[in-house]
């Protein structure tokens, strides 16, 4: 995934891998666990470029486990209302 500056693109990017995901038969829960995954390694090993990813890296490093599979279920839930759906 593209690590943009700018949160929409960021959204937009995750919107294509969501729909990626589901094409290929991937269940939300398998999506948000390799999300909880990847946030790991971002939250370990990437500079936030912006203050919305700012946030998610914050709210990720005082998060136990349980609340990382919150947030990936989240995002899952921000995509799906606020990027519009691909056209086929």
Request: charged share 35%.
């Amino acid at each position: 995934m593209a690590l943009t500056d700018s949160f929409e693109a960021f959204l937009s990017e995750l919107k294509q891998k969501v729909n990626l995901g589901k094409d290929v038969g991937m269940s939300q829960a398998m999506m948000a666990d390799r999300a909880k995954a990847i946030g790991d390694w971002l939250a370990a090993s990437y500079e936030p470029k912006n203050p919305e990813q700012r946030l998610l890296k914050e709210l990720w490093d005082v998060s136990d486990a349980k609340e990382r599979e919150a947030i990936a279920h989240a995002m899952f839930k921000l995509v799906e209302r606020k990027v519009p759906a691909r056209r086929s």
